[in-house]
């Protein structure tokens, strides 16, 4: 896990407010996912990949302008995922970068990503390994704007709707999958 947190501290560090908020939304994200991993052994996920990858799933934030979340890059939001992706496969994680790239929303489907003109190469960013789907589905209970609070399923769903049937219909999908 060490070396995996030096890579935050790579490129984090002249940042360190942004770095703080990042890990400790990250250690939520992940003590979430391993509590799943440890009520479902059937799942045999491995949880050293899932605490590694929970910790740099949003990695990409760094260069996204998002103010509101201690954000000063260039990039629009919805792409931190995608560029994240690109940071670890520069590192040679690529399985923690198909994570990074796939927990955004539900996943984000290429007819999504067309009808909504997203600024992603047009593919689908699904989560699909169970690791990728235990950290896509934790992810969705904790805020970088408001880490003191935890979401409650019911408003995931109102957050999910926002982003059309599609994406509520993916997220009751990997709720019922993950939560049972």
Not at 54 to 72: E, N, Q, S, V
Not at 94 to 113: D, F, N, P, Y
Not at 150 to 175: C, S, V
Request: include cysteine; charged fraction near 25%; aromatic fraction near 8%.
């Amino acid at each position: 896990m060490t070396k995996h947190l030096a890579l935050i501290d790579t490129y984090y560090s002249a940042q360190p407010e942004l770095k703080e908020l990042l890990l400790h939304h990250s250690r939520q994200v992940a003590d979430k996912a391993l509590e799943l991993c440890a009520a479902h052994p059937e799942w045999h996920a491995d949880t050293t990949f899932v605490e590694e990858a929970a910790m740099l799933h949003d990695i990409g934030i760094i260069f996204c302008d998002a103010p509101g979340i201690l954000c000063h890059g260039t990039e629009p939001y919805i792409r931190h995922g995608f560029l994240g992706a690109e940071l670890l496969r520069k590192e040679g994680l690529l399985a923690h970068a198909r994570v990074a790239e796939r927990h955004t929303g539900s996943g984000l489907t290429r007819e999504q990503i067309i009808a909504e003109q997203l600024p992603l190469p047009e593919q689908d960013f699904l989560p699909e390994t169970i690791e990728e789907k235990v950290i896509c589905y934790a992810d969705k209970f904790f805020s970088k704007s408001h880490p003191e609070r935890i979401a409650t399923p019911e408003h995931i769903r109102q957050t999910m709707l926002k982003f059309g049937y599609g994406a509520l219909d993916r997220w009751n999908k990997l709720e019922e999958e993950i939560s049972g």
